[in-house]
């Protein structure tokens, strides 16, 4: 798919929009990692995180910012910010996590990443947040390579737990 307009319109997400945001989460995350993790666990995992029901709740979260990219008037992603307790390597002043950053496949490569990413960094400025970090797969390449491209560096690591499978994510800050 070709977008003829190369410039993702960013929303804020709003209570109607969980079951948009349960899909795009869904096939987001089966498209990047389903290929190198198990059925089983994938399946687990989909089925928690990614319910309408669950993103009713994460959309009711005070704490919690959701924006949508679309691009050629299709949903393309999605992000999400949340305030909080940083994990004890998040050294930067008032932090606020970047909770996901989600694109399609079909719109990878389209500016619709920078374009969430830029928006998130926006807002957390307008809400007076200096430092932003994330949690990143250490396998995924293609997201840490992304995240280092907008001057995040790496400063720990945790677990996330796929279904069974404990995996490791790097964890990265840059100042705002």
């Given amino acids: 798919m070709r977008l003829r ?3 993702p319109v960013i929303r ?3 209570a ?3 079951a948009l945001l349960a899909e795009l989460g869904k096939r987001t995350f089966v498209e990047t990692f389903a290929e190198i993790n198990t059925p089983e666990d994938m399946a687990a995992y989909v089925a928690s995180a990614f319910t309408r029901e669950q993103l009713e709740i994460e959309l009711c979260d005070p704490a919690a910012t959701f ?3 679309e691009a ?3 949903p393309a992603g999605y992000a999400k910010l949340h305030t909080g307790t940083p994990e004890d390597c998040i050294t930067g002043p008032r932090p606020i996590e970047l909770v996901r950053l989600y694109v399609l496949r079909d719109f990878l490569g389209r500016a619709v ?3 969430l990413m830029a928006a998130c960094l926006d807002e957390a400025r307008r809400a007076g947040h200096a430092t932003i970090w994330l949690g990143v797969w250490e396998h995924n390449e293609r997201a840490k390579a992304f995240y280092r491209k907008w001057g995040f560096r790496e400063v720990g690591s945790h677990v996330f737990q796929l279904g069974s499978d ?3 994510d790097l964890l990265m800050e840059r100042a705002i």
């Fill in 5 to 7: 307009d190369p410039n």
């Fill in 12 to 14: 804020h997400a709003s």
């Fill in 16 to 18: 109607g929009d969980a």
């Fill in 67 to 69: 924006l949508i990219a």
């Fill in 72 to 74: 050629e008037g299709l």
């Fill in 113 to 115: 990443g920078a374009a």
């Fill in 166 to 168: 404990a995996q490791t």
